[in-house]
């Protein structure tokens, strides 16, 4: 078989030899010699990630014959053209042979290459039943969440001792941004490859190879494609595809979020500031509980001061397992764990809860057994939170904000000050509120594929407060005595 390099390329060739695909020196070579269960391959457009992984499973194929079995995934087959037209410069090539219609390659020694689709953790169960030694997952970003790609980590073995991997790629950007970027540690981006290591709940060590990629590997592409990067949206874009940097986000939801502005170290809120709780219910997704203190004056915070009714996450409690063991907590313990964050804290006005959590269905609902608990030990219980998203307008075209209105006005607040803001060790809200993305389908909605637990936590909490700017000065008369409002009155028209 061939050890070759990129077609495009030319090179002398020995008498005996065609070369069809040898990896580039850089971050193809490190994952043509990676035998990690998982990598992550990925950083800026144009890195040479494609042709990485299909030149590595074309060596594989090769030393382990009928035995290899490999599937590339994306969330649709259609995505995957590109990738399977380079698979017929490589592939076909070198002998392999490709069944259009179920999109799988025959590899001269027997191996199989497939691509396919997956969206759902549902689609990565109806693969089961198979014996995969490989699997690419590209655009890993696409994916709100790792759980369907998590799934096939139970459709890879080998009787036959063919070492398994699990392959993503990706680029900044996308509905994953955030998962991807804290599972593999890319903020800052690294320079170079590195191992982490992640402990089972077993004792067992996983290990996992992170392999950044940049255009500067792939010398196949000059200037004029580095240009043409520099031509493709705004600035956040640019250096996110350009540079690998996985803290810049193209098109988030929450633009107007800043660390600098609205992320705060802790202090001792005062005594007699008004606290209350908001949650956003989760069982088969995390839940979200946030804890505020209302600003009740002008109060001073090293070089700058909090304005009077701004709020303030000061604590915050997010997940859905028990520590180490998998186990889904129960109403009753979510309570006890409120019960106990909340012991110092004095009663709270009150607290608004997830309006999903007050649905009976044959029993008490998840909120009545929550809220049992905290009468028994009185503490302030849940109320049905306002669930509203986006606002409804009246005929007059004017009406009341929505949810993420309300959050956005606090962000922003007035006169540079924000209305609203997060102690540093709100990791998860901090975490996942910047990079989540508008809804496709319904621009003024977010994403609700991705991980927002924690932003429909604050958007609860921000809705039981409205907050409005300072209302801007009535219209002058424009003819010196009759408001503008007024123009058409008495003239056969009805005033709005």
């Known amino acids: ?29 490190a994952l043509a010699d990676c035998s990690s269960t998982e990598v992550f391959l990925g950083g800026a457009r144009g890195g040479g990630k494609t042709d990485g992984v299909l030149g590595k499973w074309a060596l594989k194929a090769h030393r382990y014959g009928a035995h290899f079995n490999a599937v590339m995934f994306r969330r649709t ?5 590109d990738a399977i037209e380079r698979s017929k410069e490589i592939y076909g090539r070198i002998g392999a042979t490709f069944n259009e219609q179920r999109l799988r390659w025959r590899m001269p020694h027997g191996g199989r290459v497939a691509f396919a689709y997956l969206e759902s953790v549902k689609d990565a169960d109806e693969y089961q039943g198979r014996n995969l030694t490989d699997a690419w997952v590209e655009e890993a970003g696409q994916y709100p969440s790792p759980a369907a790609i998590d799934r096939l980590f139970g459709v890879l073995r080998s009787a036959h001792g063919v070492p398994v991997q699990l392959i993503l790629t990706g ?29 089972l709940a077993n004792g067992a060590v996983h290990r996992i190879a992170v392999i950044p990629s940049r255009i500067e590997n792939n010398r196949f592409l000059g200037d004029d494609y580095i240009n043409r990067l520099h031509l493709v949206g705004s600035a956040q874009l640019v250096k996110a595809w350009l540079e690998g940097d996985w803290s810049a986000v193209e098109g988030a939801f929450f633009d107007c979020f800043s660390n600098d502005k609205h992320v705060i170290a802790p202090f001792n809120v005062p005594a007699d500031w008004l606290r209350f709780r908001s949650a956003d219910w989760g069982s088969a997704s995390p839940f979200s509980i946030g804890w505020w203190a209302v600003v009740q004056e002008e109060h001073a915070l090293g070089s700058c001061s909090l304005p009077r009714g701004a709020l ?11 520590p180490g063991k998998g186990l889904k ?42 809220n049992q608990r905290l ?7 849940f109320r049905a939170a306002d669930n509203s998203r986006v606002a409804q307008l009246h005929s007059t075209g004017r009406g009341p ?33 910047p990079v989540l993305q508008h809804d496709p389908d319904r621009l003024e909605d977010l994403d609700t594929k991705s991980e927002d637990h924690a932003a429909d936590d604050v958007r609860y909490a921000c809705l039981s407060r409205p907050w409005l700017k300072s209302p801007p000065p009535r219209d002058a008369p424009r003819d010196g005595y009759r408001p503008a409002s007024e123009d058409f009155a008495g003239e056969g028209f009805k005033t709005m």
């Open 401 to 433: 904000m929505g949810g993420w209105d309300q959050m956005r006005a606090r962000l922003i607040g007035e006169h540079g000050r924000p209305m609203i803001y997060f102690f540093a060790s709100c990791r998860d809200s901090i975490r996942t509120i």
């Open 329 to 370: 907590l129960t109403a009753e313990q979510v309570a006890d764990g409120i019960i106990a964050r909340e012991r110092d804290d004095g009663r709270l006005a009150y607290g608004v809860l997830d309006p999903s959590a007050f649905r009976e269905d044959g029993g008490p609902s998840i909120a009545e057994r929550i």
């Open 77 to 81: 087959t259609v995505s995957a053209e």
């Open 1 to 29: 078989m061939m050890r070759a390099r990129n077609l495009t390329h030319s090179e002398p060739r020995s008498a005996h030899t065609e070369w069809v695909w040898r990896p580039q020196a850089g971050p193809q070579k």
């Open 171 to 199: 680029n900044p950007g996308g509905a994953g941004q955030h998962w991807i970027r804290e599972r593999y540690q890319l903020h800052p981006f690294p320079r170079e490859p590195r191992i982490l290591q992640r402990t």
């Open 312 to 322: 303030v996450r000061y604590r915050e409690w997010y997940g859905a397992a028990s």
């Open 375 to 381: 009468i028994a030990k009185q503490m302030a219980p």
